[in-house]
């Protein structure tokens, strides 16, 4: 049986896998001559989420644990920032927005409660001194 890792037993990165996928499915509507801009921006956004989480709950500090949730998080509301561009720029659709909006949502909600368990945990070896 193949080993699985910590973050592959976590939802939400699962969820931010998803999230990349549909990512990259929406920037192939945007212009080409956003390639090495918007295009790159978006993608890398959406990579930084799921590959923060993985290296997070490889941490063995909860403090450390909630810094690198912390900081997909950011890359999450940077993503969402993102999308948000795009369609006030028309590059998508109202439907195409509400859709990613939703799965940003998700992952955010998800995300925030991982990281306040990470806080929790950390807190209570604090107290238990």
């Excluded at 790159?40 to 799921?50: D, F, N």
């Excluded at 949730?69 to 109202?94: K, R, V």
Aim: proline letters at 1%; a positive charge.
């Amino acid at each position: 049986m193949k080993r699985q890792y910590g973050y592959e037993k976590l939802e939400v990165w699962h969820d931010s896998r998803q999230l990349v996928k549909d990512v990259y499915l929406l920037t192939k509507k945007i212009p080409e001559s956003e390639r090495y801009g918007l295009i790159s921006q978006i993608q890398r956004s959406a990579v930084s989420v799921s590959s923060n989480i993985a290296e997070g709950s490889s941490r063995v500090s909860c403090k450390d644990q909630a810094h690198f949730y912390q900081t997909a998080y950011a890359s999450l509301m940077e993503l969402l920032c993102q999308m948000t561009l795009c369609i006030d720029i028309n590059y998508l659709t109202e439907n195409e927005y509400k859709t990613i909006r939703d799965k940003i949502d998700k992952v955010a909600y998800r995300l925030n409660a991982l990281r306040k368990a990470a806080l929790q945990n950390e807190q209570n070896k604090t107290t238990r001194k």
